[in-house]
């Protein structure tokens, strides 16, 4: 199901060239499933037409209070009645300015001020537009009003100058207002994730790895992101985006992984360990290419010595003051037996097994919960909605303090 199903968004936009960007979120919204209802100030217009947001939307597009489409003249009442959430994007230092103080001059403002739901803002606007006093006494007062302020980002501008005031791209505003509806299960808690594979080199252009997507350690990162916690996420080589809003270390070998996480985890309040780590590192790493014989017929291997890497999981888990940590475990048998026996061993209170050929770089998966009261089954899913749902596992279990 996408994850804006049955939603009915507001996107409200005032004048600013970030407009542009909106066309782009409001076919975002309708993709995951939203009903997307446009409303547009009158200098909004001049920067993108509403016909573009029409065809964009598939709904009639709003731009004057006095719209005779309206039959009761009462479209600020109806739509904000109908809404799930109002997301005002591009929001101008004018129209925020007009927020803070109540004005209801134009249908958007209108609408804002008789909203009986969450409003959003996405502000974009040039730096020192951005930084003047006003403009951030304005940004303080609405966040004090229970208004969700979005951003701004930091870059280039359209204007040439380089600097805060760039409203979040589509995709960030989109991962915003998904990760708004979901339920903040894990409000103000520290997590820490470590995802994908490690690669251990073998030479300066071979390695030795495990097979590993990522994707259901990144799924867990954005959940858990999703869910109000602040995320930090050690990360392996993958392909994968970093989802907003969490901070990513990258990282290529166990050992770089393991330093990264000690490094990291004084103050989690959760671990997660799903990164598949190389059990073994090479010890006599050659410092040029290993180079095949060709003067014999005879194949010619090389002669590679082995090291055990740290186990990250069991050291996290020995530490004193240690968060609460989760284990993972790909196993090609026995699932049950060996995840449970690895819960033990690894001293840990849950442990997410499953079966490592029927998930191995798919979308969805199929996995089990392990604790102390034995096995859980989930139903197979999309890897993001199986993260969603451990999410919600690994808050009803953990203890209020540490
Ligand atoms: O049996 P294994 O040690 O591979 O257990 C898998 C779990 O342990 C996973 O949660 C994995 O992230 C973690 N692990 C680790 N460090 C290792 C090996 C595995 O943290 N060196």
């Known amino acids: 199901?996408?994850?804006?199903?049955?939603?009915?968004?507001?996107?409200?936009?005032?004048?600013?060239?970030?407009?542009?960007?909106?066309?782009?979120?409001?076919?975002?919204?309708?993709?995951?499933?939203?009903?997307?209802?446009?409303?547009?100030?009158?200098?909004?217009?001049?920067?993108?037409?509403?016909v573009t947001m029409q065809a964009l939307s598939g709904r009639p597009v709003f731009t004057d209070a006095w719209d005779p489409r309206i039959p009761n003249n009462m479209a600020h009442i109806d739509l904000s009645r109908g809404a799930d959430a109002i997301i005002v994007a591009p929001a101008s230092a004018d129209f925020m300015a007009k927020l803070v103080q109540g004005r209801a001059d134009d249908l958007l403002s209108t609408l804002c001020l008789a909203r009986?739901?969450?409003?959003?803002?996405?502000?974009?606007?040039?730096?020192?537009?951005?930084?003047?006093?006003?403009?951030?006494?304005?940004?303080?007062?609405?966040?004090?009003?229970?208004?969700?302020?979005?951003?701004?980002?930091?870059g280039d501008q359209a204007c040439g100058e380089t600097g805060d005031g760039r409203m979040l791209e589509p995709s960030q505003l989109l991962a915003e207002l998904i990760a708004f509806f979901q339920p903040k299960l894990l409000q103000s808690k520290r997590v820490l994730i470590t995802a994908g594979p490690t690669i251990e080199p073998i030479d300066p252009v071979r390695v030795l790895t495990n097979r590993s997507s990522g994707k259901t350690g990144y799924a867990l990162a954005k959940a858990a992101r999703e869910a109000g916690a602040e995320v930090t996420l050690v990360s392996g080589p993958t392909a994968l985006p970093t989802p907003h809003g969490v901070l990513c270390i990258q990282v290529q070998t166990a050992q770089q992984m393991h330093d990264a996480v000690l490094a990291h985890v004084k103050q989690q309040d959760v671990f997660i360990s799903v990164a598949a780590v190389a059990d073994w590192r090479i010890e006599n790493i050659a410092t040029d290419k290993i180079k095949k014989d060709h003067t014999t017929n005879k194949s010619h291997t090389p002669d590679l010595k082995f090291a055990l890497n740290p186990d990250i999981l069991a050291t996290v888990a020995a530490l004193p003051n240690a968060p609460w940590c989760v284990g993972f475990a790909a196993e090609t048998e026995r699932l049950s037996e060996f995840a449970q026996a690895k819960r033990v061993r690894k001293g840990i209170p849950m442990l997410i097994g499953n079966l490592a050929q029927h998930v191995m770089d798919a979308d969805h998966t199929t996995v089990s919960i392990f604790d102390e009261h034995g096995e859980h089954p989930l139903p197979t899913s999309a890897k993001q909605d199986i993260a969603r749902q451990l999410i919600a596992a690994i808050a009803a279990r953990l203890p209020n303090k540490k």
């Open 1 to 50: 199901m996408p994850d804006l199903h049955n939603k009915r968004i507001v996107l409200g936009l005032s004048g600013g060239i970030a407009c542009y960007k909106s066309a782009e979120l409001v076919r975002r919204l309708v993709e995951q499933g939203a009903t997307v209802d446009v409303i547009m100030t009158d200098a909004a217009t001049h920067f993108i037409t509403a």
């Open 116 to 154: 009986a739901c969450p409003l959003l803002v996405a502000p974009a606007m040039n730096r020192e537009m951005w930084s003047a006093a006003p403009t951030q006494r304005n940004v303080a007062q609405l966040k004090q009003d229970g208004v969700s302020v979005l951003g701004p980002a930091a």
